[in-house]
Nanobody
Framework: QLQLVESGGGLVQPGGSLRLSCAVS????????IGWFRQAPGKAREGLSC????????NYVDSVKGRFTISRDNAKNTVYLQMNSLKPEDAAVYYC????????????????????WGQGTRVTVSS
């Protein structure tokens, strides 16, 4: 059974950085597109970024492009989301998810393409 566990959330000041981790078990990263999503209170879940099964393709939504970076460590079967220049509006619960049927050299951060989800990690951006 594929499982995803997020970690690394916490409290950070505006302008600060955090690195989120998504540890995947039960399946190799090469078999799954991995996406990062977030949901703020009272708002819909938002797709942020993704990395393809091959690891060669990444995509970002405009709101995080240039500030967030997705990467992965195949040996640790873990995907990361480096978040820099954090803003108060980045505060949310962050989720990673796996898309087991995604094309090897393609990814998109559309939540309906992802069929396994982690439990989330909370990020608070406040002074």
């Amino acid at each position: 059974q594929l499982q995803l566990v997020e970690s690394g959330g916490g409290l950070v000041q505006p302008g600060g950085s955090l690195r989120l981790s998504c540890a995947v078990s039960g399946s190799a990263l090469s078999d799954n597109g991995i996406g990062w999503f977030r949901q703020a209170p009272g708002k819909a879940r938002e797709g942020l970024s993704c990395i393809s099964r091959a690891g060669s393709v990444t995509n970002y939504v405009d709101s995080v492009k240039g500030r967030f970076t997705i990467s992965r460590d195949n040996a640790k079967n873990t995907v990361y989301l480096q978040m820099n220049s954090l803003k108060p509006e980045d505060a949310a619960v962050y989720y990673c998810a796996a898309a087991t049927y995604m094309n090897r050299f393609y990814c998109n951060p559309h939540q309906y393409d992802y069929n396994y989800w982690g439990q989330g990690t909370r990020v608070t951006v406040s002074s």
